[in-house]
């Protein structure tokens, strides 16, 4: 198991992946081909592990190679498909190295949709889409999920809230929370750990949620306010925090990664 461990591991979006049997082939996509012939200076019959939500991960060899195109072949079988809990990660967008860690990170915790959102206070309103993608896809390679986080456009805070499904919470990290009108004086960390499938984690930008912003959030009867504790947090080690005790609330009823 070790040595197959150490195989490159590469996602395979499902319409890449029409048959899953032994001896089936699938065409390698050009980067994926320039990454294993030029970076790693893979031949015919090396092995890789293929995965998806849909097929599991697979054991299998290059049959082709080229410059930019390829073919694989399915050798066997190496882990079944898995359901995996529903986990939100909305999140005011941050400067492009912060978002990017963002994404690496909540893969890696177990994130599987992000809402960037813009607040009072983002300072970016852009993003390159297909580039958070990619940098969730090659997260999910590394940390051997076999799904991979959906990424959504960036939209307004009220967009959000407006569109949130009521049986799920979003739990909203608020710092100085003792000093917020209509705030429980009560709320604690312990509330992430209650997390069930589906509930969501919001964290702000830079600089924290406005006034304004908290007294929205605290109309909705979804929203649950949480404390991360008594330091101020960059937005980003919020995000960590926040995740690491939801995923401690999933991991006791349902595994959150395989």
Not at 20 to 34: H, K, N, P, S
Not at 43 to 48: F, K, M, N, R
Request: some cysteine; hydrophobic content about 40%; proline content about 9%.
């Amino acid at each position: 198991m070790t040595g197959i461990t150490l195989l490159p591991r590469l996602f395979m979006a499902p319409d890449t992946l029409p048959t899953v049997d032994v001896g089936a082939t699938c065409a390698m996509q050009g980067e994926q081909a320039r990454y294993l012939g030029t970076v790693l200076r893979r031949q015919p019959g090396d092995e890789v592990r293929l995965f998806n939500a849909q097929a599991g991960e697979w054991l299998a060899s290059i049959a082709e190679i080229r410059k930019d195109r390829g073919l694989f072949r399915l050798e066997r079988p190496l882990r079944a498909p898995c359901p995996v809990p529903e986990l939100t990660l909305a999140f005011a967008l941050l400067k492009r190295d912060a978002t990017d860690l963002v994404l690496r990170m909540g893969t890696e915790l177990g994130v599987s949709t992000f809402l960037p959102i813009v607040t009072e206070r983002t300072n970016t309103h852009r993003i390159n889409p297909q580039r958070l993608c990619a940098i969730a896809t090659e997260a999910a390679e590394q940390c051997e999920r076999l799904d991979v986080p959906h990424v959504a456009p960036p939209q307004s805070l009220a967009t959000l809230l407006g569109g949130w499904p009521q049986t799920a919470r979003l739990f909203t990290a608020m710092e100085r929370m003792d000093l917020r009108e209509g705030v429980p004086g009560t709320a604690q960390p312990d509330p992430l750990r209650t997390a069930k499938p589906g509930d969501g984690l919001l964290i702000g930008p830079e600089g924290g949620l406005s006034d304004a912003e908290c007294q929205l959030l605290l109309t909705r009867p979804f929203v649950f306010p949480v404390s991360l504790g008594p330091l101020i947090l960059r937005a980003d080690t919020a995000m960590a925090a926040g995740l690491a005790l939801m995923g401690d609330g999933l991991r006791s009823g349902t595994v959150l990664s395989q």
